[in-house]
């Protein structure tokens, strides 16, 4: 599958937990997004590497989030101290960098829930 | 900022009939428009995309768009609905250029039930 992949697919956590999420991009897409997703809501953007550069990044993310794309390829997003409001969808997709009119193509998602 | 706004949460509509599925934009300069599909379970999949030029855009499984710029609308059709449509439709905008312009701008979705 040359997919965008997401692991792992499900995570349940105790509040207060931290949790890591991995994010494997399409190989050769150097544009890498992360969203999030809450039931009835569209993706919220969060973050946006080029590269192993972090370019942008939203005021969703707390600083209980972070992000790393250490070597430019897979990228990882950890939150610290889960909340019950940090239960969500989180997506990740990639991109290539032919100018700003490429479309992005999404993973399947790792459902995160905290109890 | 740049914001999405897709005004049905839910739209019926028969097979074989035609669909359309609303979208408006707000964006400064112009903008990036692109339409994806989810379904359950499963991560967003493009459809289509408006980037410059024929105002009407076809995509993939059939599905159309077309811009409208003074209405900055971006509505989704398809002349004749299969079952196999149903699923959740969202737009999404990202401006041409300045801040966030590398971020998508995601509206709430619309679900489409296709009715047999």
């Known amino acids: 599958d040359t997919g965008v992949s997401q692991d792992p697919r499900h995570k349940i956590t105790k509040r207060g937990q931290n949790v890591t999420f991995r994010c494997d991009p399409i190989s050769e897409h150097n544009r890498l997004y992360w969203y999030r997703q809450t039931l009835g809501q569209g993706p919220e953007f969060l973050t946006y590497f080029q590269n192993e550069a972090q370019l942008e990044k939203s005021r969703l993310l707390s600083d209980r989030f972070s992000a790393e794309r250490p070597k430019g390829s897979f990228s990882t997003l950890e939150i610290q101290r889960t909340e019950q409001g940090d239960s969500a969808m989180y997506l990740c997709?990639?991109?290539?960098?032919?100018?700003?009119?490429?479309?992005?193509?999404f993973g399947q998602g790792t459902r995160l829930t905290v109890v | 900022a740049q914001s999405v706004a897709q005004p049905e949460d839910q739209v019926n509509v028969a097979e074989g009939n035609p669909l359309t599925v609303k979208c408006t934009y707000s964006?400064?300069?112009?903008?990036?428009l692109f339409w994806y599909v989810q379904y359950p379970n499963r991560g967003l999949q493009f459809l289509l995309k408006y980037i410059t030029g024929d105002n009407l855009v076809k995509g993939s499984y059939g599905f159309e768009a077309e811009f409208n710029k003074s209405q900055t609308s971006f509505h989704l059709k398809k002349p004749s609905a299969l079952v196999s449509d149903s699923a959740l439709y969202f737009c999404a905008v990202r401006a041409y250029s300045g801040a966030g312009s590398y971020q998508l701008t995601f509206g709430k979705g619309t679900k489409l039930s296709v009715i047999p």
């Open positions: 997709a990639s991109s290539t960098t032919t100018g700003l009119n490429t479309e992005a193509f």
């Open positions: 964006v400064s300069g112009n903008p990036y």
